[in-house]
């Protein structure tokens, strides 16, 4: 078996082959017209709240975002071969494009309500279209983030 | 975390296993290891088993459909051998580089005969 003392650069082989492993970690388009459709499903919170009928609550939609997500996160470790664990706030990899999808989803949500509220309908609907593009957006930097951290060995892990 | 020669990482199809599965990800998939570290299958197999035996990293095996699919992950233990490792051969490598780089300044140039001759630094490790 070949040694690495007579190998001239171990280190930087290795970074190559973190390079290879970084370059599996693109999402495929499916991953991203999920992720589209659940933007799209949080964001149509605030109309599905007034205008669907009162027999109708909001469990089913949680459910269907939830079983989307998991579908999503499941297929993309499939067809990758990586896990790198539930992303969440405290995860370094990605953490700051995380960080912003929250607000934005906040801030979107809480627009949408005040504009429902003065009857401004197609506003709404703008917002929410403009928040869709950006939570998408969102998603790719945090995997963005995720295959710089694998390329830069997971020091920030 | 100290900088220290593993002997059973040093070997570099093991340092490419291990190395990668140091990267950040949790779990990595036979097909993506073998893809990432450029080795064979039966290669994989072998170092992994001699890997897991150590201690060092843990293997999950399962099924998708008909099709036997498994996940490998680096041990508490494995991460720290792996770590140290590491730090050893950043360390070696920088040793290395600047010896280089004290040679170089020190060969003598075209026409520098009648200057006063440089003294070599002494090489690692002789007295």
């Not at chain 1, 070949?2 to 930087?12: F, H, M, N, S, T």
């Not at chain 2, 998708?64 to 730090?87: I, S």
């Amino acid at each position: 078996m070949r040694d690495v003392a007579r190998d001239p650069e171990p280190l930087e082989r290795l970074r190559v082959q973190r390079s290879r492993l970084a370059d599996r970690m693109r999402p495929p388009w499916w991953y991203l017209s999920g992720a589209a459709i659940l933007w799209a499903l949080t964001f149509a919170f605030p109309f599905t709240s007034r205008y669907l009928p009162e027999g109708l609550g909001l469990w089913p939609f949680l459910v269907a975002g939830l079983a989307v997500a998991c579908v999503l996160q499941w297929g993309l470790t499939r067809t990758t071969g990586i896990w790198v664990g539930i992303p969440d706030l405290t995860c370094q990899p990605g953490r700051p494009a995380r960080i912003a999808m929250l607000v934005v989803s906040v801030a979107a949500i809480v627009t949408e309500n005040l504009l429902i509220d003065r009857g401004l309908l197609g506003a709404a609907i703008g917002v929410a279209a403009v928040a869709v593009v950006a939570g998408v957006a969102g998603v790719q930097a945090a995997l963005r983030g995720i295959r710089q951290n694998l390329r830069a060995d997971g020091r920030a892990a | 975390m100290t900088a220290k020669l593993d002997p059973l990482i040093h070997p570099i199809t093991r340092l490419s296993i291990c190395g990668l599965l140091a990267a950040g990800a949790d779990w990595v998939e036979f097909a993506a290891l073998r893809d990432a570290a450029g080795i064979s299958d039966s290669v994989l197999s072998k170092q992994s088993r001699v890997l897991e035996d150590a201690g060092y990293v843990e293997v999950r095996k399962g099924a998708v459909g008909r099709r036997p699919r498994t996940w490998f992950r680096l041990t508490a233990q494995g991460r720290q051998a792996v770590e140290g490792h590491l730090a050893w051969l950043a360390q070696l490598e920088e040793a290395v580089s600047a010896s280089a780089q004290d040679v170089q300044q020190a060969r003598p140039l075209p026409g520098d005969r009648d200057q006063p001759r440089r003294v070599l630094p002494p090489l690692l490790g002789s007295s």
